[in-house]
T-cell receptor, first 115, second 118 residues
């Protein structure tokens, strides 16, 4: 069975600094998607970034980028120039290709941004 | 474009009662997913509906059921409520795409329904 592990329950970063959130996963599949979702206090889950496993190039969305290491089964999220609005719970998620289509989530990392 | 909507925002029930939660997907999305976010248990996949059919089910008892209507909106029903059913229930929707390696696009989430069972 696939699993997603986020080993950092809480992280803190100063405004304008850079922070990296860690995620590792376990799967025997070769084709899959990886995602980072953000859940602010409003509870709305917001898609931050996605990575297709078959793509070697790391995904980037403005201040958000990932470091995808397929062999190591690692998928970290880097937030550059952190802003107060980045404070939220961040979830790493995995989805395999195929009929199940379900997202498997990690336990989340609570990110605090200090002014 | 309107996002995924869920109703009600909060729902308070007593043990043994039934709860009905509703979800409207983003226009053009045919798939609806239900997830449970319970304290200490994280986000767990419940159900996936597409084109009116149940496509996949998570590891939950039959008390959890649902359906998808012709307009692609969905209902989640929880019968014989238990205290441990208290959680945030999130609905997500996705769009079927053609020509991609995988036929379903990423999932977009609604704001959730907070169910409290007393």
């Amino acid at each position: 069975a696939q699993t997603v592990t986020q080993s950092q329950p809480e992280m803190s970063v100063q405004e304008a600094e850079t922070v990296t959130l860690s995620c590792t996963y376990d799967t025997s599949e070769s084709d899959y998607y990886l995602f980072w979702y953000k859940q602010p206090p409003s509870r709305q889950m917001i898609l931050v970034i996605r990575q297709e496993a078959y793509k070697q190039q790391n995904a980037t969305e403005n201040r958000f980028s990932v470091n995808f290491q397929k062999a190591a089964k690692s998928f970290s999220l880097k937030i550059s120039d952190s802003q107060l609005g980045d404070a939220a719970m961040y979830f790493c998620a995995y989805r395999r290709y195929g009929a199940t289509n379900k997202l498997i989530f990690g336990t989340g990392t609570l990110l605090a941004v200090q002014p | 474009e309107a996002g995924v909507t869920q109703s009600p925002t909060h729902l308070i029930k007593t043990r043994g009662q039934q709860a009905t939660l509703r979800c409207s997907p983003i226009s053009g999305h045919t798939s609806v997913y239900w997830y449970q976010q319970a304290l200490g248990l994280g986000l767990q996949f419940l159900l996936w509906y597409d084109e009116g059919e149940e496509r996949n089910r998570g590891n939950f008892p039959p008390r959890f059921s649902g359906r998808q209507f012709p307009n692609y909106s969905s209902e989640l029903n929880v019968n014989a409520l238990e205290l441990e059913d208290s959680a945030l229930y999130l609905c997500a929707s996705s769009q079927r795409v053609t020509g991609a390696p995988f036929p379903y696009n990423e999932q977009f989430f609604g704001p959730g329904t907070r169910l409290t069972v007393l």
